[in-house]
């Protein structure tokens, strides 16, 4: 009977020593590989696959969107949305409650001039392959006539879809209808202001209390307030080039920015109000938790104690099968 014991005993140390919780959580740097990828305008962090973040072209690419695993970089999945007609200037994606991506067609880089622009929404699929799937095209204008934006959310609780435009004295949070309608036009107003930046993208915490938007150098934190946002603290941002995205990580503890261009980064910093308790501070790294270069990773140490304890229950049973 010992090798039973042999083979649970390597099973569950197989377990207890497996990747790092953090390489399936995507809250680590990462590149985006894929040479269609150029330039990369929003990012949303997947609710259903751990580690997959969506992305999209800014414009001139079509209807596609892409599913992009932060543990490789790599493409793992290209969505065509059937149903659109052709995209103008695709700049944000966001995630809402019900399973379903929000993709906002929503720049205007002649400076407000379209009488109307789109969000598009399909089901998050189940399954991560190249597909065409059938998107709801909506129409989108403004209460206070035609605008450049980059920047739209969808609220985790509510659905409600806001949007904040791009204007480098500022802009607003412009909140859409309870709910948007495939039939006539989304009349979209503005809430609150959003100063002192020029807003490339947005996210919403994924508790719903804290809205995040940032602009090429810099983002400012704001607590939700039923929409009444209240601002919190500004915001470093990496470095990155033209910083053009950022998302929440899908546990809420990280923030993921990106930016326009090939070979493109994505880097982590913790969210705000997070004490870094749970994580390393600053670029998200897995540094070690004594601060030198030989010590063992949280995850790490943790999985080594269970293997440990593991070990001597093995032995243990193996003890009392000989006295008997």
Same mark, same amino acid.
């Given at each position: ?14 377990? %207890? ?5 953090? &390489? ?28 997959? =973040?969506?992305?999209?072209?800014? @414009? ?33 994606? +966001? ?7 929000? /993709? ?21 699929? #189940? ?10 095209? =909506? ?26 435009? #791009? ?10 209808? %309870?709910?948007? +309608? ?16 020029? &807003?490339? *993208?947005?996210?919403?915490?994924? *508790? ?14 704001? *607590? ?7 601002? #919190?603290?500004?915001?470093? /941002? ?6 053009? @995205? ?10 993921? =920015? ?24 600053? @670029?998200? @790294?897995?540094?070690? +938790? ?18 440990? %304890?593991?070990?001597? %229950? ?11």
């Amino acid at each position: 009977m010992r090798r039973p014991f042999a083979l649970l005993a390597a099973a569950l140390l197989t377990g %207890a020593l497996a990747v790092p919780a953090s &390489a399936a959580d995507g809250d680590e740097k990462f590149t985006i590989k894929d040479p269609r990828i150029t330039e990369s305008s929003g990012l949303a962090a997947s609710r259903q696959h751990p580690g997959i =973040y969506w992305t999209h072209n800014d @414009s001139d690419d079509g209807a596609y969107l892409y599913a992009v695993d932060s543990a490789t970089g790599e493409t793992v999945a290209t969505i065509t949305m059937s149903g659109v007609g052709s995209p103008r200037d695709v700049e944000a994606i +966001s995630i809402g409650p019900d399973g379903q991506i929000y /993709v906002g067609d929503i720049g205007d880089n002649l400076g407000g001039t379209w009488p109307y622009v789109w969000i598009y929404r399909l089901p998050e699929p #189940k399954n991560l392959r190249d597909q065409t799937i059938k998107a709801t095209q =909506y129409v989108v204008k403004y209460s206070d006539g035609a605008r450049d934006a980059e920047s739209l959310v969808v609220h985790p609780k509510t659905g409600r879809v806001y949007i904040v435009d #791009k204007n480098e004295k500022g802009g607003h949070l412009y909140e859409g209808p %309870a709910r948007l +309608s495939p039939s006539g036009t989304n009349l979209f107003r503005p809430i609150a202001a959003v100063p002192d930046l020029e &807003a490339t *993208d947005a996210t919403l915490s994924p *508790d719903g209390e804290h809205l995040v938007v940032r602009s090429y150098f810099g983002a400012i934190a704001y *607590d939700w307030n039923g929409g009444k946002i209240k601002k #919190k603290e500004r915001l470093g /941002v990496p470095f990155l080039g033209q910083g053009e @995205s950022v998302t929440y990580t899908a546990d809420g503890k990280k923030l993921m =920015y990106g930016a326009e261009g090939a070979d493109s980064p994505v880097e982590p910093q913790d969210a705000p109000g997070d004490d870094g308790s749970d994580a390393p501070s600053g @670029s998200g @790294s897995s540094a070690t +938790s004594d601060g030198g270069g030989g010590g063992l990773s949280g995850n790490l140490k943790t999985g080594a104690i269970v293997a440990g %304890a593991v070990l001597v %229950a093995v032995l243990a049973l193996r003890g009392l099968r000989r006295r008997r």
